[in-house]
């Protein structure tokens, strides 16, 4: 087989570069720090899980399959004074329930915010710093979860099943530790385009009501910048436009619960 002198280059190139990258290999810690690279070894990556789990596997959600009239509205980054009051305060006068992904420090800062206000609501996992779980290596992602995890049940009495990784970003070992405290990863479907409506807040009513179809999940959020409040102020009129469309609002749990399993081949699970 004939090789030419560029892939001969290049070749030469690679096997350079590696031999470099493996000589240097034990200083890539001390180089670059808790948030280096995923090379090595690095924060990412999934490596050994501690122990065999049941599963041994993670669902990670976007939307879910289903062929009822079913969507989820969420929330995240709460609970905190500004809006969190007023998201629940709207959810109750619709009687609608929301699954609030909570920032573990948030809530126990601010645990007066929701007690004794989550009846319909479900609560998930944000860790508990809002930190970048895919910059953070399995002990680090670890100590996120466990710590949001008990200020969960201890703040609102439930045990947490679902994980929303800050800003979608997840490496290996966030999947591995997801796995060992048997959680599914949610991610989200449609997210409420604020910046889009900023002068023209009603129009996200209208949006939300083209978009939302059955097994959507909706991201919101209860705190954060001023843009955000295009939702919050809309609240009612949203929950209206999705009722309005013949859909129902449920808990992610229950939307989960309410999935259906795919034809083979549809790279779907129930």
């Not at 998930?124 to 992602?141: F, Q, Y």
Request: with cysteine.
């Amino acid at each position: 087989m004939a090789v030419s002198r560029r892939g001969l280059l290049l070749g030469s190139a690679l096997t350079a570069t590696g031999a470099a990258v493996g000589a240097t290999a034990h200083l890539i810690p001390s180089l670059f720090g808790p948030d280096r690279l995923p090379l090595d070894g690095g924060y990412a990556p999934a490596g050994n899980a501690d122990d065999w789990t049941p599963r041994g596997q993670i669902r990670t959600i976007w939307h879910v399959p289903t062929d009822q009239p079913l969507v989820a509205l969420t929330f995240d980054d709460g609970p905190m004074p500004d809006w969190t009051p007023r998201v629940l305060d709207a959810l109750d006068k619709a009687d609608a329930p929301a699954t609030f992904f909570m920032v573990g420090q948030n809530l126990r800062r601010h645990a007066d915010l929701v007690k004794g206000r989550l009846g319909r609501h479900e609560v998930g996992n944000h860790t508990w710093e809002h930190k970048d779980l895919a910059k953070r290596d399995e002990a680090s992602v670890r100590n996120q979860l466990v710590r949001c995890h008990e200020a969960i049940r201890e703040v609102t009495g439930q045990t947490a099943t679902l994980l929303r990784p800050p800003w979608g970003h997840l490496g290996g070992s966030t999947l591995t530790v997801a796995d060992t405290m048997d959680y599914d990863v949610v991610m989200w479907s449609y997210r409420m385009p604020e910046d889009r409506f900023r002068t023209n807040p009603a129009g996200i009513v209208d949006d939300v009501a083209a978009c939302v179809r059955p097994g959507t999940i909706m991201l919101a959020h209860d705190t954060g910048p001023a843009d955000r409040l295009v939702t919050i102020d809309n609240l009612g009129e949203i929950i209206k436009a999705v009722r309005g469309k013949g859909m129902r609002l449920v808990t992610v749990s229950e939307l989960l619960a309410a999935g259906t399993t795919a034809s083979p081949g549809s790279g779907s699970k129930k």
